[in-house]
């Protein structure tokens, strides 16, 4: 998929079989921001520049977290990896269509029991009823709710929605896993649970990961990469490799090795605010 736009709207977006490839290293980057901006209309009251020469590439496999203040653009910045959204300038390509989207909230249908919201993606890509309620079934389990697929959402805390959340995105199999701050809503404890939960379904599912966040130490436990942006418009102002091992064991939290790269991540975003 290949998403290009111009400022003044006269390009059309390049989408599916017929788009052009990038010309890419190996190993592929599944998504690959090239000189992007974005522009969004004010109506009247000016125009807001929301992100200006992103130059980013994800490389398939990868776990890249983006931090930054708080309307730099980093929700922007999935919607554009997404297709919800189109770059005013610059190119955003991503190799697959094999996407899932994770929302800050856990947007489930408050009528559909569990089973049936972990379904619902998979139903509206047009997945045959087999297959659906099969691989809802086994990401359901892998998210370890199987003992409530026929409860409503209203029944659960809010970390169980938001692991039925994860499990609906899981059921697409997707090559590429958007996550826009989807742990912000959660208590600190429930928070690392998921971290850990996250990266274990992240293991065992091989898949490219764009994450966003707020949190510096959830950025470099997670991650391979961190992208520190800068405010308004929003640059990548950093991008910086986080050396630890691919195990990320709770004890990785304690290690002197995360806390010096949690302190480098911060000094970054302090320099880029
Ligand atoms: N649909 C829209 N129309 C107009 N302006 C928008 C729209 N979406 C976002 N913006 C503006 O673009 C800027 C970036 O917004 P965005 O939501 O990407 O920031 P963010 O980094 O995700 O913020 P937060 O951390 O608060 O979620 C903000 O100034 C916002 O007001
Ligand atoms: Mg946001």
New binding site residues.
Partial sequence: MVLSDTLSGTSAARIGPDAHPVDVDRPHPEISFAGVGKR???KGSGD?V?LTGIDLQVREGEFVAVV??????????L?LASGLERPSSGTVAVRTDSVGFIFQEATLLPWRKVLRNVELSAELRGIDRGTRRARATRALDAVGLTDFAGKLPGQLSGGMRMRVSLARALALEPRLMLL??PFGALDEITRLSMQEELLRLYRDNVFTALF?T?SVSEAVFLAGRVVV?SA?P?RAHEVIDIDLPAARTRELRFDPAYTELVSRVSRSLKEAC
């Fill in positions: 969004y209309d004010g807001v929301a930054g203040p708080s309307g730099c653009g980093k929700s922007t910045l919607r826009d701050e966003i707020h942006m308004r929003g």
